[in-house]
Nanobody, 118 residues
């Protein structure tokens, strides 16, 4: 499956952005969809994830500010980011995980840059 993330950009602190991730095929079979980010000089970290059953998980630093959602009918995953902070600046990547017969398959798309600055 191919993933395309978009919606990044430059935003002032306190602003909002909505990232979108379009999948080339149905995401019904994906066990987990997630958003990761990587800031310069730092390791990639999981920001938010959502299971096929709708269970969500967030890194502590974004709890209460970010919301992940998925639309299986449209093969889309979203990340609504509110109250953005400069430390949210990073390249954001969409990720899909499929688990079949005890094998884990990870799919990644190209990232989209988010810059939070005044």
């Amino acid at each position: 499956v191919q993933l395309q993330a978009y919606g990044g950009g430059l935003v002032q602190p306190g602003g909002s952005l909505r990232l979108s991730c379009a999948a080339s095929e149905s995401i019904d079979s994906m066990n987990v969809m997630g958003w990761h980010r990587q800031a310069p000089g730092k390791q990639r970290e999981l920001v938010a994830s959502i299971t096929s059953g709708g269970r969500t998980n967030y890194v502590d630093s974004v709890k209460g500010r970010f919301t992940i959602s998925r639309d299986n009918d449209k093969n889309m995953v979203y990340l609504q980011m509110n109250s953005l902070k400069p430390e949210d600046t990073a390249v954001y990547f969409c990720n899909a995980v499929r688990i079949r017969n005890y094998n884990v398959y990870n799919y990644w798309g190209r990232g989209t840059q988010v810059t939070v600055s005044s």
